[in-house]
């Protein structure tokens, strides 16, 4: 029989403390090597719970996207997007810095630290090109 | 040992479909649940295992025990959305194999268009998610038909071709919630919600209860109704949340399909009426691929020029399904309720010659559960 102790909090709230200070991190197997996001205790991929937060390039490909159409007295459209970092994991982001119409699938983004739709701190994107 | 043929369905019942004023989620699956009983000629004190999940009430199972005014062996409130009643169905034909349960019945309900106009759930977004606020779960079918759009060449208008297909057989059916002509252009015009998918790409909001009584095959045939044998289930389980779906092209269903059909001893090919879980037209053109209608990549063709729709060369959604028939928050049970019906020869003006062999797909969550069922006549035995 085994009793599995994990110390301290949890990959969520890890993730949350980092992310409030301002830095984006990423999970990465010592096992296994694979990239992990979203957080969690053991790797989807090879099941080992010896996972360390390492920082992502901020590379990203928009690999689907959708406008959400909302009232203008109810803030207007804004987009929602899974983007594939370069590590090979996948997240739901939002683009900023570019018109609805001109974001596409297939898009080179950067990641950076912004505001999610309640104003608290979220991964956010712009389109590499602006970005430079 | 297979499930092929063990047991059937040998009563079927809707009840409260459309707009139930006054009545409460619990009420409506009670009603479908007599009716069902009346249809299978079964006494409600027969009733031994049940089967239920409902979208607010976590505990649905306890809840129709109680509100039946039984005890049964087994009560399955297995949750997995939408889906869940194709996989009650399963569950069914073990107990019932194995000599656990003698008469079970599966059932469902819901009053969500009467008591609040849109869809009632307990689901809120996921942690990952929520900061960037997708409507649930329409961004999530949004962001899927955007990626099939992207990577096959998808058309707007062969997403409208499966909403003006389900028109079309809803005009045929009676008890079809919305009858009125609908054109591609209408679908087209239709507003925009989350780009791509508009209104009217989206399944109606009603409210609609339906249940159905199932028993081993040897003693199905004692019963009034001819009996829809149960001959293959298959299910698939890839995420829960539209961002952890690794491709969002394919669905858990090219597993679930080919399970059923392996059980079954069938291939798409064989079968005579198709019932998916269309809560939005996307789902329609994935389920078609992934379920080997098609092959990956074509289902937007395939829908084109009337297919799938009267008259075409495959029927598909033959009550007018989630899209214009009735959808009270999951679609599930209607898919195997219509199935019955067509295999009974029950449907009228929409009935489908000779139908003999049946395959029901139900979708949870964001194309996160996908069971599919595969039914028959005596003949397919």
Same mark, same amino acid.
């Given at each position: 029989?085994?009793?599995?102790?994990?110390?301290?909090?949890?990959? #969520?709230?890890?993730?949350?403390?980092?992310?409030?200070?301002?830095?984006? +991190?990423?999970? $990465?197997?010592? #096992?296994?090597?694979?990239?992990?996001?979203?957080? +969690?205790?053991?790797?989807?991929?090879?099941? @080992?719970?010896?996972? @360390?937060? /390492?920082?992502? @390039?901020?590379?990203?490909?928009?690999?689907?996207?959708?406008?959400?159409? +909302? $009232?203008?007295?109810?803030?207007?459209?804004?987009?929602? /997007?899974?983007?594939?970092?370069?590590?090979?994991? $996948?997240?739901?982001? $939002?683009?900023?810095? /570019?018109?609805?119409? #001109?974001?596409?699938?297939?898009?080179?983004?950067?990641? @950076?630290?912004?505001?999610?739709?309640?104003?608290?701190?979220?991964?956010?994107?712009?389109?590499?090109?602006?970005?430079? | 040992?297979?499930?092929?043929?063990?047991?059937?369905?040998?009563?079927?019942?809707?009840?409260?479909?459309?707009?139930?004023?006054?009545?409460?989620?619990?009420?409506? &699956?009670?009603?479908?649940?007599?009716?069902?009983?009346?249809?299978?000629?079964?006494?409600?004190?027969?009733?031994?295992?049940?089967?239920?999940?409902?979208?607010?009430?976590?505990?649905?199972?306890?809840?129709?025990?109680?509100?039946?005014?039984?005890?049964?062996?087994?009560?399955?409130?297995?949750?997995?959305?939408?889906?869940?009643?194709?996989?009650?169905?399963?569950?069914?034909?073990?107990?019932?194999?194995?000599?656990?349960?003698?008469?079970?019945?599966?059932?469902?309900?819901?009053?969500?268009?009467?008591?609040?106009?849109?869809?009632?759930?307990?689901?809120?977004?996921?942690?990952?998610?929520?900061?960037?606020?997708?409507?649930?779960?329409?961004?999530?079918?949004?962001?899927?038909?955007?990626?099939?759009?992207?990577?096959?060449?998808?058309?707007?208008?062969?997403?409208?071709?499966?909403?003006?297909?389900?028109?079309?057989?809803?005009?045929?059916?009676?008890?079809?919630?919305?009858?009125?002509?609908?054109?591609?252009?209408?679908?087209?015009?239709?507003?925009?919600?989350?780009?791509?998918?508009?209104?009217?790409?989206?399944?109606?909001? &009603?409210?609609?209860?339906?249940?159905?009584?199932?028993?081993?095959?040897?003693?199905?045939?004692?019963?009034?109704?001819?009996?829809?044998?149960?001959?293959?289930?298959?299910?698939?389980?890839?995420?829960?949340?539209?961002?952890?779906?690794?491709?969002?092209?394919?669905?858990?269903?090219?597993?679930?399909?080919?399970?059923?059909?392996?059980?079954?001893?069938?291939?798409?090919?064989?079968?005579?009426?198709?019932?998916?879980?269309?809560?939005?037209?996307?789902?329609?053109?994935?389920?078609?691929?992934?379920?080997?209608?098609?092959?990956?990549?074509?289902?937007?063709?395939?829908?084109?020029?009337?297919?799938?729709?009267?008259?075409?060369?495959?029927?598909?959604?033959?009550?007018?399904?989630?899209?214009?028939?009735?959808?009270?928050?999951?679609?599930?049970?209607?898919?195997?309720?219509?199935?019955?019906?067509?295999?009974?020869?029950?449907?009228?003006?929409?009935?489908?010659?000779?139908?003999?062999?049946?395959?029901?797909?139900?979708?949870?969550?964001?194309?996160?559960?996908?069971? &599919?069922?595969?039914?028959?006549?005596?003949?397919?035995?």
């Amino acid at each position: 029989m085994t009793t599995n102790t994990f110390e301290g909090p949890g990959p #969520d709230a890890q993730f949350a403390e980092i992310l409030s200070a301002g830095d984006f +991190r990423i999970q $990465r197997c010592g #096992d296994c090597n694979a990239h992990i996001f979203h957080p +969690r205790p053991i790797c989807p991929e090879c099941g @080992s719970g010896d996972l @360390s937060w /390492v920082a992502p @390039s901020g590379d990203g490909t928009i690999y689907a996207k959708t406008i959400v159409h +909302r $009232r203008a007295e109810k803030g207007g459209d804004y987009n929602v /997007v899974l983007v594939d970092l370069a590590e090979g994991v $996948r997240m739901m982001s $939002r683009v900023e810095g /570019v018109e609805p119409a #001109d974001i596409t699938t297939g898009m080179a983004v950067q990641a @950076s630290i912004g505001e999610g739709m309640n104003g608290e701190p979220a991964v956010v994107f712009t389109p590499t090109e602006a970005a430079k | 040992m297979s499930l092929r043929g063990k047991a059937a369905i040998v009563g079927a019942a809707l009840a409260g479909c459309g707009e139930a004023h006054g009545r409460t989620s619990m009420e409506i &699956t009670i009603e479908a649940v007599h009716g069902a009983l009346a249809d299978a000629g079964v006494k409600l004190s027969q009733v031994d295992a049940i089967a239920t999940c409902q979208p607010l009430d976590l505990l649905s199972g306890l809840t129709l025990a109680q509100e039946l005014g039984i005890n049964p062996k087994f009560t399955m409130n297995n949750r997995m959305g939408g889906s869940s009643f194709l996989s009650h169905t399963m569950w069914a034909a073990m107990l019932l194999e194995l000599g656990l349960a003698e008469t079970v019945v599966i059932c469902y309900g819901s009053n969500q268009r009467t008591a609040s106009g849109k869809l009632m759930t307990a689901i809120g977004l996921p942690t990952y998610e929520a900061p960037y606020k997708p409507m649930f779960p329409l961004s999530s079918y949004a962001l899927a038909a955007d990626r099939h759009m992207h990577q096959f060449g998808t058309t707007r208008e062969q997403l409208a071709d499966v909403a003006v297909a389900a028109r079309g057989w809803a005009q045929k059916n009676p008890e079809a919630f919305v009858r009125d002509p609908l054109t591609r252009e209408d679908v087209i015009a239709s507003r925009l919600i989350s780009d791509p998918l508009r209104v009217r790409d989206c399944c109606l909001v &009603t409210d609609g209860g339906a249940a159905l009584v199932m028993r081993r095959a040897e003693v199905a045939v004692d019963h009034p109704q001819p009996p829809v044998y149960f001959l293959g289930g298959g299910e698939g389980t890839t995420h829960r949340d539209i961002s952890e779906m690794a491709d969002l092209t394919v669905t858990g269903a090219a597993q679930s399909g080919a399970a059923a059909m392996a059980m079954a001893g069938v291939s798409a090919a064989d079968i005579d009426v198709v019932q998916l879980y269309d809560a939005f037209t996307i789902n329609v053109i994935l389920f078609l691929e992934d379920l080997g209608f098609c092959k990956k990549g074509e289902g937007g063709a395939f829908v084109e020029g009337g297919r799938i729709a009267p008259g075409g060369d495959l029927p598909v959604n033959t009550n007018g399904g989630g899209l214009s028939c009735v959808h009270p928050g999951m679609y599930g049970m209607f898919t195997l309720v219509e199935a019955v019906r067509q295999l009974r020869g029950q449907t009228g003006e929409r009935q489908i010659d000779g139908a003999e062999l049946a395959l029901c797909h139900g979708n949870g969550g964001v194309l996160s559960s996908q069971v &599919t069922n595969i039914l028959g006549t005596a003949a397919t035995l």
